[in-house]
């Protein structure tokens, strides 16, 4: 009869360490809350199957020296002696258990959770949306029985990352205290250091550890097709609108000429130039060959990159000039003014560009396509453009971004002088004079919003959106649609600016219109 009781306890004994594999602790763990909490209780003492199991360290370590440890070859984990013997608690034994191993982020993002900010901690609901789990992996690191906070000597985690753009921030595994499976990631007691390779985590406590990073917004092959679409179609609409816009103002330039009339027409011939070469750039590349890259690359990658260095030199000088006729009315003669124009917004291009074709940056580019699970896929699309280099940065990143900047101050400024001009006025009319304004002050706002609007383009602000294309995908394709349109708009302000002379010809009554000037080109 001993047979039987023994067969069943020999049948629970398999069983138990059956379930007792680390290879099937998280799984076995999801279905405890809080899973945490099991995971740190069990896995250091559960059963590995196989000789060798990858990205996992377990080992008895001395709790009266440091202890560093590398699960992988992209994590360090440095505990100072300290930490280890506050682990131990009171019991006798020197030597303490340490276990550090990676585990995937998709662990705790099926979890209800918070969501995480630099500055601290937010609950909510919600999966971080504006960060993300660097690698997609978090280490977890445990040591001895007691729990260990509050450290005057913190322990040091490396995660090495080949990104430099990135930002990151250290974070840890925050569990509610009512135990119900809730958690979020927190920065409490960790200092992120960024040595350009590496992000150096300090903390104060032993848990689960993770590096938030800005997500990398990838582009996958159906919706880089659409945006190629979009540039595409844009781009041909800009080059009609544009000459018609270059017609539109070669005839207003006969007929009442103008400095900034001459600026708007330098401008449009540069956005002209840059959806040109950008059509050359992208149908050409699909005529070569895989490994083929050609002269004539070579040369639409060199044009398009002095068309978009004109377009912001000319964009910039746009700028200018409306800071003299705001600023210097009455004194804005400069002799050959428009010579010195262009000899920056041609002359500088040229230069640069000429530099960098002497140094071999341009050719074919390729860029490589995201599948729906962000992983490389086999095929990659190319473009006639330039490769990466620091130059590249430079010219496509910094110039834009102080162009803007500048510009941007100058419509700050215009929308200030047109609330001085409102201003003034109400103050200097009688008061059924004022009765009237009043009556036309949905009039004049709209006016007022259309040149603004319309400076705006003129002044390239568009190309401010570039820093939503580093967010989310709509802020794709709201700048892909925004920017490729530059010349509808161009053509929106010509025509405005061709309305606004025939009804200033028609009112004219002391002389010819020719001889007005338009000291500003925003004035009612």
């Not at 629970?12 to 680390?22: E, I, L, M, P, V």
């Not at 007022?448 to 568009?462: E, Q, R, Y």
Request: net charge positive; hydrophobic share 40%.
């Amino acid at each position: 009869m001993w047979i039987t009781p023994f067969l069943i306890t020999l049948a629970w004994f398999s069983t138990t360490q059956a379930n007792d594999y680390c290879e099937n602790l998280l799984t076995e763990c999801r279905q405890i809350i809080p899973w945490t909490r099991c995971y740190e209780d069990r896995i250091a003492t559960c059963t590995i199957r196989k000789r060798f199991m990858p990205n996992f360290f377990r080992q008895r370590v001395n709790s009266s020296q440091e202890a560093k440890v590398r699960p992988t070859l992209e994590h360090k984990v440095h505990i100072p002696s300290s930490a280890l013997q506050r682990s131990r608690g009171a019991a006798l034994e020197e030597e303490v258990l340490l276990v550090a191993t990676l585990i995937n982020s998709t662990y705790f993002e099926g979890l209800p959770q918070g969501r995480a900010t630099v500055g601290g901690i937010v609950p909510n609901q919600s999966a971080p949306k504006q960060y993300t789990v660097m690698g997609a992996l978090v280490l977890a690191v445990m040591a001895g029985s007691q729990p260990v906070r509050n450290l005057s000597q913190p322990i040091k985690l490396t995660f090495k990352h080949n990104n430099r753009g990135e930002n990151g921030t250290c974070v840890f595994w925050q569990e509610s205290e009512l135990e119900d499976g809730i958690g979020y990631w927190s920065t409490g007691g960790c200092d992120t250091i960024d040595s350009g390779t590496e992000f150096i985590c300090s903390c104060n406590h032993l848990s689960f550890f993770a590096v938030l990073v800005n997500p990398v917004i990838s582009v996958d092959a159906p919706n880089y097709l659409i945006l190629t679409y979009i540039n595409c179609i844009g781009s041909a609409l800009s080059i009609f609108f544009a000459i018609i816009s270059l017609i539109l103002y070669i005839c207003l330039q006969r007929r009442r000429p103008e400095k900034a009339i001459s600026v708007h027409i330098q401008l449009t011939v540069a956005l002209l130039c840059l959806h040109i070469s950008y059509l050359l750039s992208t149908f050409w590349v699909r005529q070569l060959n895989e490994n083929q890259e050609g002269f004539f690359c070579w040369f639409l990658g060199l044009f398009l990159h002095w068309s978009m260095l004109a377009t912001f030199s000319w964009t910039a000088l746009e700028g200018f000039h409306l800071y003299l006729l705001l600023v210097r009315v009455f004194n804005i003669y400069v002799r050959r003014y428009l010579l010195k124009l262009s000899l920056v917004g041609w002359g500088l291009p040229t230069l640069i560009a000429g530099a960098c074709g002497i140094s071999g940056v341009y050719g074919k580019h390729s860029l490589e396509l995201k599948d729906a699970e962000n992983s490389t896929a086999s095929n990659a699309v190319a473009q006639c453009w330039m490769s990466s280099h620091p130059v590249s940065y430079v010219t496509t990143m910094a110039l834009p971004c102080l162009v803007i900047l500048c510009n941007s101050c100058m419509l700050g400024l215009v929308v200030f002088k047109l609330q001085g001009i409102r201003g003034g006025s109400r103050g200097t009319e009688s008061i059924s004079d004022w009765k009237k304004m009043n009556r036309e002050k949905g009039t004049r706002l709209w006016k007022d919003c259309a040149t603004v609007l319309g400076l705006s383009c003129v002044l390239g602000l568009p190309w401010g959106l570039m820093s939503t294309t580093y967010i989310s995908l709509p802020g794709i394709y709201v700048f892909t649609i925004l920017n490729s349109l530059q010349g509808v708009f161009m053509f929106l302000w010509s025509v405005a600016l061709t309305c606004k002379s025939r009804s200033e010809c028609s009112s004219s009554i002391g002389g010819p219109c020719s001889q007005k000037m338009m000291t500003t080109s925003f004035n009612n």
